[in-house]
Structure formats: C-alpha cells, structure tokens
C-alpha cells in the first residue's frame, strides 16, 4: 500500500486561486489512479476529481468543472489539485486517495483504497 501526503491547503479569498498536491510514497505492486475527494463539516464525503495512471483520463464533479484541473507529471506519484475561481462553497478538507486500477478512475469513494490525511482549505467571502 502507498502513503499518501497531502499539501498545500490553506485560507483564500473568494475568488482566488490554490494548488493542492498529493505525494505518493511506498511500493505499489499495481498501477493506481489517483482522486481527490473533499468532506465539508456536517456533509459526506464528495468526488472532486481523479486521473488515471498514465494520465489520459479525467473526471471531474459537475460543481468543479472549468475551475480545477487535475494532473499527475510523469514521475506518476504526484498528483497536483489546482482550484481557480474558489468559492465559499469549495471550503472543505480535501483528500486525496488511490484506486488501484488501470483503467478508467472512479468516482466512488468505496473504490478507493488509500487516503492521505486530509488538508483544510477554507474560502472567505
């Protein structure tokens, strides 16, 4: 199983801009997409976006599209979060977490095997 590290969180204003990242550590004896879910107080925990192994797949959450973007550079176990256009409806603790596959990445937390320990990122108005 790998270790992961989230970074990167932090307070911002509405409006703003934030890069989270994800660092990957440990022997993984499969390939693994990577996602980043986020949880805001009193609510479940929500698909925010994910990136396949190689990188040519991605999805996102409705709410997220055309504000984030996800991307994974070729050292594969890194995963980086950049959030533009932040809102007071993006503040929550962001996870991210490994899906051990090849293929398609989900956007089902039960499917992910691996989680980080969460960054806080807040957004004021």
């Known amino acids: 199983q790998v270790h992961l590290v989230e970074s990167g969180g932090g307070l911002v204003q509405a409006g703003g801009s934030l890069r989270l990242s994800c660092a990957a550590s440990?022997?993984?004896?499969?390939?693994?997409?990577m996602g980043w879910f986020r949880q805001a107080p009193g609510k479940e925990r929500d698909f925010v976006a994910a990136?396949?192994?190689?990188?040519?797949?991605?999805s996102y959450a409705d709410s997220v599209k055309g504000r984030f973007t996800i991307s994974r550079p070729n050292a594969k176990n890194t995963v980086y979060l950049q959030m533009n256009s932040l809102d007071v409806g993006d503040t929550a603790v962001y996870y991210c977490?490994?899906?051990?596959?090849?293929?398609?990445?989900?956007?089902?937390?039960?499917?992910?095997?691996?989680w980080g320990q969460g960054t806080q990122v807040t957004v004021s108005s």
């Open positions: 977490a490994v899906d051990y596959t090849d293929g398609v990445p989900s956007t089902d937390d039960n499917d992910y095997d691996s």
């Open positions: 440990g022997r993984a004896y499969r390939h693994y997409a």
């Open positions: 990136i396949s192994w190689g990188g040519s797949s991605t």
